[in-house]
């Protein structure tokens, strides 16, 4: 009668349920400071159909962060903001490098069995003749030779 829907915590965390009444009070602030935070660009909220603003839990936990920084730390609003966009990019480069990693170790493995399927494994997958050694004496034409 009922399907049951799986959610991740991650998915949970990212999910813009919460209205702005209800996300100011978890982050123990007034909901005209989510509006201006909203302005400024430290958190951007989700919107419903109607233009209400709606937060994620992920939100909630930022605005905490913004106002221990802001109370506990004595960072301004613009010193918040530009730390926000640091650590997201920190973030956005961990998640590359691990892409990456991955890439990389998954070309390793390639290489390894294709070692394994060479004639002569452990040598290079790409033939190499081996250099000339003949000497070539070069000359310059005479005038009047062909």
């Known amino acids: 009668m009922y399907e049951e829907i799986s959610i991740s915590m991650e ?3 990212d999910a813009k349920v919460l209205i702005i009444s209800v996300a100011a009070k978890l982050a123990g602030m007034h ?3 989510l509006r201006q935070y909203d302005r400024l660009g430290l958190v951007q ?3 419903a159909g109607g233009g209400g603003r709606r937060y994620s839990v992920r939100d909630v936990a930022l605005l905490r962060e913004v106002q221990k ?3 506990e730390e004595g960072v301004n609003l613009a010193g918040i903001k530009r730390i926000i966009g640091l650590e997201q990019l920190a973030g ?3 998640e590359r490098a691990a ?3 991955a890439q990389l170790e998954a070309a390793y493995q390639r290489i390894a069995e294709l070692e394994t399927l060479a004639a002569y494994p452990g040598r290079d997958l ?3 003749e081996r250099p000339s050694t003949a000497l070539v004496v070069w000359r310059p034409r005479r005038p009047g030779e062909n």
């Open 11 to 13: 998915q949970a965390s």
């Open 31 to 33: 909901p005209q400071t």
């Open 45 to 47: 909220p989700g919107r």
């Open 69 to 71: 920084l802001s109370q």
């Open 92 to 94: 956005d480069l961990q």
């Open 99 to 101: 892409e990456l990693q």
């Open 126 to 128: 790409v033939r190499r």
